[in-house]
């Protein structure tokens, strides 16, 4: 195979076509906000969370179409304060009675994945709620481009920001509320860049998707280093690659982009799980030898 083949097959598609460049520049923005924020989400065991935050804001996106259409800004606002209206219902039905928290995200977001399913289907067609269940990455225009890209670099400069407090806070909340009296405004500013990141994704990768690039590259990386930051570094490129991958793949194979993409870091994540530093493999010799 020539060199020219080889550029053809690997870059020839976002080259010649706009929609493929913008759909690659706005996976390369969601892989730097979103997948430090989910080897955070993992290292505080909230890994649930994530998954309930891309459902719970359906409804108030649902709201949005209903009122102004496929308006960026109407789905996009409505989205956020649909999220964290469940994240706060959540967190005060854990506090107010004795259930786990897990268990309250749980149903609260279920029942707002129905409401949005619902609210859609009583105005949409078919397509309206595929659209918003799964996405459209390829018909990312220039004002969702910005929109992703600004809330990823606003991501980034929070984490940087909040890095070490909340670190503390999920390791010792007790010690920085003595500390600073301040541990709990960390967390809810940590949950609100949960939010927007997904809020983002969910313009490209739909309600379904919008976790895929947050948990599946961060999953992935913590098998390779034990580092925190690495694992931040890693997780974003890892994503960053499975959003290539997988516009190759949906470009090639002619199937959805979104579930391509997630199907790329799912892949990065089984191999990771089988061979990478601390998975299966290496994990069954080391047991071998000790035995």
């Known amino acids: 195979m020539s060199a020219n083949m080889v550029y053809d097959f690997l870059a020839g598609p976002f080259a010649d076509f706009p929609f493929m460049r913008r759909a690659l520049v706005a996976c390369f923005a969601l892989a730097l906000g979103s997948a430090p924020i989910g080897v955070v989400l993992m290292l505080r065991r909230m890994s649930l969370f994530s998954e309930a935050m891309s459902h719970a804001i359906l409804p108030g996106a649902a709201i949005g179409f209903l009122i102004a259409g496929f308006s960026l800004p109407a789905i996009s606002i409505g989205g956020i304060v649909a999220g964290l209206v469940v994240a706060l219902a959540a967190g005060a039905a854990t506090r107010a009675t004795d259930q786990r928290e897990d268990a309250s995200l ?107 690039l947050m948990m599946l590259p961060a999953a992935a990386a913590r098998y390779w280093t034990r580092s925190l930051v690495s694992a931040m570094a890693l997780a974003a490129l890892l994503a960053a690659l499975s959003g290539y991958c997988g516009l190759l793949l949906s470009f090639y194979a002619d199937i959805p982009s979104g579930p391509a993409i997630v199907l790329a870091a799912g892949t990065a994540y089984l191999i990771s799980l089988a061979i990478g530093r601390q998975g299966l493999i290496l994990h069954w010799h080391r047991r071998h030898l000790e035995a």
Do not use: C, K, W
């Not at 977001?109 to 269940?133: N, P, W």
């Not at 890095?163 to 390791?171: A, C, D, I, N, S």
């Not at 927007?196 to 990768?205: D, E, I, S, T, Y």
């Open 106 to 212: 749980a149903a609260f977001y279920l029942i707002a994945l129905a409401l949005g399913v619902t609210l859609i289907s009583t105005r949409g067609s078919a397509v309206d709620v595929l659209h918003l269940l799964f996405g459209s990455i390829l018909a990312v225009d220039r004002p969702a481009l910005l929109l992703v890209g600004s809330i990823a670099s606003l991501s980034l400069l929070i984490m940087a920001a909040i890095y070490r407090p909340l670190l503390v806070e999920g390791f010792d909340p007790d010690f920085l509320r003595s500390v600073r009296g301040q541990g709990a405004i960390y967390h809810f500013i940590f949950l609100g860049l949960v939010v927007v990141n997904l809020m983002a994704a969910f313009q490209a990768l739909g309600s379904l998707m919008a976790v895929g």
